[in-house]
């Protein structure tokens, strides 16, 4: 019935056949061609719109003026089950997306029509990602913001990985990294004092794509590109102090040395530790009684930013362990990078997982699930929109969709 109501209004509006309108594509004026309708899905069911078809007597480009009036063109859903959609989309498998439209709205959007109008709303905001670098508004900058890249693996289809390499006993890849990049600020403290992440100051952007820089020219690679425009829209260059947080990888580190020369770099005390665990897993052994007392030593000696211990007791084991040996560069090469005493000193924030709580939230939660295999195109709409979501920029995406659409 609601639906009935609401067909009425719709039906009446825009229709006025005296009204002379110009072509979107040439401006020159259109002619008036019967009318066609069709069945859209709103949020309170099926409607059927009858629309005016017009024509352009210049460049023959067809269009209904109320399609784009009440902002449905080339949809079959409206602007309202377009937004369900999208958040169902981004939090949810398709599967137990359609059914929790179903049982909360009373809709029937099948698991592939909610994959198609998601991913195609998601494909719209990478897109939009990429041209609007508007500054996210806020009330007052904080003094510090914490800038963190990571990447992470999801398992594609197969005809997506064919040819690369990966981690694999037969060299090929079943997965594609996801790079990811988490803004946050800490001002706010514990009750010890600690820093802490500030409630909702965490956004997120990610994709799959390069972080090589391409061999022609000197522009920087598509991922480094991405960072560069959350930094702008989290106004990082503004504040008195930048930091770039993250685990080992080189890639990360060069990245951040080029781009943002003057941020304090340091090496996520949690992967760190996590790292160290590793590393005493593969000298004794997982069940060995040894390896749970000298990681409590070796953690202990990271947080008072003692490297050169940790160092020599890996030596003992170095020359039987490549684990060992390894981990010893890794502490040389990153050995600047943590220097947690000093950090905290300056109130910085050291410890808070937050880079792999963000692959973990951003992308592992959603498309890391069992069962799930992604194309190259449908992972990154969708990552584009879970970001969106996770960044509480997708009211403010619709917002300027909608004004967009009226102008
Ligand atoms: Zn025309």
Redesign the pocket.
């Known amino acids: 019935m609601g639906a009935r109501i609401l067909e009425r209004p719709l039906n009446q509006v825009g229709e006025n056949a005296s009204l002379a309108l110009p072509?979107?594509?040439?401006?020159?004026e259109?002619r008036y061609a019967g009318t066609r309708s069709k069945e859209f899905l709103s949020v309170l069911g099926p409607i059927t719109l009858v629309r005016r078809y017009c024509l352009?007597?210049?460049?023959?480009?067809g269009f209904f003026p109320k399609d784009r009036m009440l902002d449905v063109e080339g949809a079959s859903v409206t602007p309202g089950v377009l937004r369900m959609t999208g958040i169902v989309g981004a939090e949810l498998s398709f599967e137990k997306g359609s059914e929790f439209l179903w049982e909360l709205a009373g809709l029937d959007v099948s698991p592939k029509q909610v994959e198609r109008v998601a991913e195609a709303l998601g494909a719209e905001i990478a897109c939009n990602e990429r041209t609007c670098l508007e500054p996210d508004p806020v009330t007052s900058l904080p003094s510090t913001l914490y800038l963190g890249p990571d990447g992470t693996g999801i398992p594609m289809r197969r005809e997506e990985v064919s040819g690369r390499s990966g981690k694999q006993e037969d060299g090929s890849a079943k997965t594609r990294e996801v790079k990811l990049c988490v803004v946050w600020s800490a001002e706010t403290t514990d009750d010890q004092g600690i820093p802490v992440r500030d409630e909702g100051s965490a956004s997120y952007t990610a994709a799959i794509e390069s972080a090589a820089s391409p061999d022609t020219g000197q522009g920087p690679s598509d991922f480094a590109a991405r960072v560069l425009r959350e930094a702008s829209r989290r106004r990082f260059d503004h504040v008195v102090r930048q930091v770039v947080v993250a685990d080992g990888a080189p890639w990360i580190w060069n990245l951040a040395s080029e781009h943002f020369p003057r941020a304090i770099q340091i090496l996520d005390l949690f992967h760190a530790k996590e790292h160290l665990g590793d590393v005493a897993k593969a000298i004794f052994g997982p069940d060995s009684e040894k390896t749970l007392p000298w990681i409590k030593d070796r953690h202990a000696e990271l947080d008072d930013g003692k490297i050169d211990a940790i160092i020599a007791a890996l030596r003992i084991y170095a020359p039987r362990c490549e684990e060992a040996r390894k981990c010893i560069g890794y502490l040389e090469t990153n050995r600047h990078r943590m220097n947690y005493p000093e950090f905290r000193a300056q109130g910085l924030c050291v410890s808070s997982g937050m880079v792999e709580a963000g692959c973990k939230t951003a992308i592992g939660a959603r498309l890391k699930q069992s069962g799930m295999f992604w194309s190259l195109e449908g992972a990154n709409a969708i990552i584009a929109l879970r970001c969106a979501k996770l960044s509480g920029r997708l009211e403010p995406f619709f917002e300027r969709r909608a004004a967009r659409r009226c102008a």
């Open positions: 072509c979107p594509s040439c401006g020159k259109v352009c007597s210049s460049c023959h480009q």
